[in-house]
């Protein structure tokens, strides 16, 4: 197929489209720069530059690409702004769903998030309701993603993946990134909470798996969940930073992991990186 992917020289992106050349695809990548452009050449997909705010623009990108499916890989999370990331999520996406339906394309497989469910006890199905009533700090990243599903939802065919914590190269999570700086300044606490983490190696794989998926939303995430008590002295080691205190505060409601159970045995996708253990 022909595949038009933005965000492609993201951290995901640049995991995708050697991923998807692999699997046959022709790629055509959505850079905001040149140099995102030089990135997605270097990589084999055809570059172009575009702005995803720009919906006029956008549109006529994706529509003189003549894709079969349009991939969304975009965050904007480089300067640690989850507003700006939140903003990409709701206006961004809306142009990206708006210029794939002008253009006649029919599916879209899109990024999203496995920790905005609703509290609970157990690593979060994907029939558990999400958050609205969140908190006032969570509510903006709840409300974005919901905004996101809603939108990609809008086609005929869709794949929305809930991604799990990404780590592996260029996150947050690798040696000298944002929570490895957090780790060294002793800043990042071992609490109850648990996450799902997903090396990006695997989020990749799930999206291009995902091309062939029924619509529906997936959890994409390792085997694992754990508390933070447990992952984050394993990361520490990791990243050569000091081992944390632990923390005595209960867990946060919604900080409950989630559940590949759809992925790994209705989808038959399967993680490389079964584990934060050893991803780490």
């Not at 530059?49 to 956008?58: H, T």
Request: aromatic share 6%; glycine share 10%; charged share 20%.
């Amino acid at each position: 197929m022909r595949i038009f992917l933005a965000g492609a020289s993201g951290v995901v992106g640049r995991q995708a489209i050697p991923a998807l050349l692999a699997a046959g695809h022709d790629v055509v990548g959505l850079g905001r720069g040149q140099q995102s452009c030089d990135t997605i050449a270097a990589l084999g997909a055809e570059p172009v530059i575009g702005d995803v705010y720009d919906a006029d623009g956008l549109a006529e990108l994706v529509r003189a690409a003549r894709p079969d499916v349009v991939m969304h890989q975009l965050t904007d999370l480089g300067a640690g702004d989850r507003t700006a990331n939140a903003r990409l999520r709701m206006v961004g996406t809306r142009n990206l769903v708006d210029a794939a339906q002008a253009a006649g394309v029919r599916r879209m497989v899109a990024q999203s998030i496995s920790w905005v469910y609703a509290p609970g006890t157990d690593p979060a199905a994907e029939d558990t309701p999400l958050d609205p009533d969140s908190a006032p700090g969570r509510h903006g990243t709840v409300e974005a993603v919901a905004t996101l599903e809603s939108a990609v939802a809008e086609l005929p065919e869709w794949v929305v993946l809930r991604y799990g914590t990404l780590y592996g190269p260029g996150t947050w999570y690798e040696r000298g990134g944002l929570m490895a700086q957090a780790a060294e300044a002793g800043k990042l606490p071992a609490t109850a909470d648990v996450s799902s983490f997903l090396h990006v190696e695997d989020a990749a794989s799930a999206a291009v798996e995902a091309l062939s998926w029924p619509s529906g939303a997936v959890n994409i995430c390792d085997d694992e969940p754990a508390a933070g008590d447990v992952w984050v002295p394993v990361f520490c080691a990791a990243v050569g930073a000091p081992q944390p205190e632990p923390s005595q505060t209960e867990r946060t409601g919604w900080a409950r992991g989630a559940d590949n159970t759809k992925a790994r045995k209705e989808l038959g996708w399967t993680p490389h990186h079964l584990s934060w253990r050893e991803g780490f």
